[in-house]
């Protein structure tokens, strides 16, 4: 729930706080502020308590890694779920998880039946429900807001949770010390009811498509494969996995520095997090100006030098005054990159595809986050604490440095939303909507004038139609008449391939239009559509996928 990302128009301008004119997005982002502030509290209380029953420096820092490996095993699924059913099912099914186990929980300390591992069960139960809600809400942001206040949308996003920050672990600390853990855990639960009443009272249009839904393997086919085609996807989230993974030392042993270091307790520790809050919200409120001036990739560069400065200087100091400075500069590097690596999924990804391209991201990026508590705490366990945060400084160097490999490109408009607009072509048997393999064929022809620029084309469409669905995709030129060429692709059923081209973009549709002005014939280039027969063994013909003859 601290990735959230943020980027894009000044947060002082008046377009940065249109969004909230929207009546529902106003609504769900004010409940949604409530609920972290809840869940900053209960990270403070959970990480304290954990660091009172438990000798081991490794069970503390677990509590990390049982917070965001959730979102690596569920995310996947969850965002297939965000795109395939109905947005604010998903998320008020998420809610309602981390509404149960917070309450489960709460009763669990209240009766003294809470043990390291049954705490870091709990709280997997309600990281779980948040991996559950967190793909369908971000996709939902450009269901619910306009076009263009896309952007101000997500950035919203980004500075709301971390001025929450900037008060929640403060707050959460006050409450542990004041009223005691069972009273922190209580108001929390209480704070997760709030966007649970929320989401069921708002609802909002979703544009409807009329294919029927995917199954859930093809559509987290579809999504994994689409990222997996987009370079910028790719680098994005290679670049927020190992910064997930290096930098989390910081807070995942903060616990251990609060109490070995700094010799302080649960308020200092809550100081010290909100520090690191404050420092994230003035970054965030001066991304803008930031982008405006520095490149992706130079941001970037400093948020990892900004957290390993803070982590380095976590290992020398034994002062609480210089810690929360260190926390502060931590803070502005941690949601400065995260507003990179995050903006970029986000502007890179269709409307078909967003809550998919989006998990995945939460998935891969948590799951460095779970690797990187585990091996921080392991180090800090096994050799010293100053070692482990020594380490984490050295490994966010080298994710700066690998900006050669995966750098961050620049994107100020999101990717096209899809036509939806297609008129399927007349066929002359009746086909089921699982029939299939389709394998759809188009003929051209080029002069030899102009094969390099007609294959330097076909590449890119070859890429386009293979991220929307195609598959086997080829390019055949005839030996006997070296000026006819044909493109050949499959997709599994009909269905399949109607949904192919729902999802080209106008972009699309003009590269059609360039290649086919590449064509030397008479008359546009002929596309052909074929069913597969595939035949058994003994030659009898397997119709288990194939069409309905008309007779």
């Known amino acids: 729930m601290g990735k959230v990302a943020g980027a894009g128009p000044d947060p002082f301008s008046p377009r940065t706080f249109a969004p909230l004119r929207n009546l529902t997005f106003r609504s769900i982002w004010l409940a949604t502020q409530v609920s972290s502030l809840g869940w900053l509290m209960q990270t403070v209380a959970i990480s304290w308590l954990m660091a009172t029953i438990s000798t081991s420096d490794l069970m503390v820092a677990l509590v990390q890694a049982s917070s965001n490996l959730p979102a690596f095993i569920l995310s996947v699924f969850a965002g297939a779920l965000a795109d395939n059913f109905s947005r604010r099912r998903v998320m008020f099914a998420g809610r309602c998880i981390m509404v149960v186990a917070s309450a489960m929980l709460t009763a669990s300390v209240a009766l003294g039946f809470a043990d390291p591992w049954m705490i870091l069960g709990f709280s997997f139960l309600i990281a779980g429900g948040g991996a559950l809600n967190d793909p369908a809400w971000q996709a939902s942001v450009g269901d619910i807001v306009d076009r263009r206040d896309v952007p101000a949308a997500v950035t919203l996003l980004s500075v709301g949770f971390n001025t929450v920050r900037t008060v929640g672990p403060a707050l959460g600390g006050i409450v542990v010390a004041s009223f005691g853990l069972v009273t922190a855990l209580a108001v929390t639960t209480l704070g997760y009811l709030v966007p649970l009443v929320t989401i069921w009272r708002c609802k909002w249009k979703v544009r409807s498509s009329p294919l029927p839904r995917e199954p859930m393997a093809t559509a987290i086919y579809d999504g994994l494969r ?326």
């Open 226 to 551: 689409f990222t997996a085609m987009s370079s910028e996807i790719k680098a994005a989230i290679a670049r927020g996995t190992l910064f997930g993974l290096a930098s989390i030392a910081i807070l995942a042993l903060l616990p251990l520095v609060v109490r070995d270091q700094l010799g302080g307790g649960p308020i200092a520790y809550g100081a010290l997090m909100a520090g690191f809050g404050t420092g994230a919200v003035i970054a965030g409120i001066s991304n803008s100006l930031f982008r405006r001036s520095l490149s992706q990739e130079r941001l970037m560069t400093l948020a990892c030098v900004a957290c390993a400065t803070c982590s380095l200087s976590l290992a020398l100091t034994s002062s609480i005054a210089v810690a929360a400075i260190a926390l502060a500069l931590g803070g502005a590097g941690w949601v400065t990159a995260w507003s990179g690596v995050g903006v970029s999924v986000q502007l890179a990804s269709p409307r078909w595809v967003v809550g998919r391209t989006i998990s995945i991201y939460y998935a891969l990026i948590d799951g460095g986050i779970a690797a990187g508590s585990w091996v921080w705490g392991t180090v800090a366990q096994n050799y010293s604490l100053n070692l482990a945060l020594e380490g984490s400084a050295g490994a966010l160097l080298l994710v700066a440095a690998a900006g050669v490999v995966f750098p961050l490109r620049e994107r100020h408009d999101s990717e096209p939303d899809p036509l939806d607009e297609f008129d399927a072509p007349a066929v002359a048997l009746k086909l089921k909507p699982r029939s299939g393999p389709i394998v759809v064929k188009v003929e051209y022809l080029i002069a030899e004038q102009n094969v390099e620029v007609f294959l330097d084309l076909m590449r890119e469409r070859r890429h386009v139609h293979s991220r929307v669905g195609a598959r086997r995709w080829t390019l055949q030129r005839n030996l006997q008449k070296p000026n006819q060429w044909t493109e050949a692709f499959q997709t599994p059923t009909w269905t399949d391939y109607l949904r192919l081209n729902h999802r080209l973009t106008t972009e699309d549709k003009e590269l059609d239009e360039r290649i086919f002005r590449l064509h030397a014939g008479e008359v546009p280039p002929q596309m052909t559509l074929w069913i597969e027969r595939p035949t058994s063994p003994t030659g009898k013909a397997d119709r288990s996928n194939s069409y309905v003859p008309r007779h």
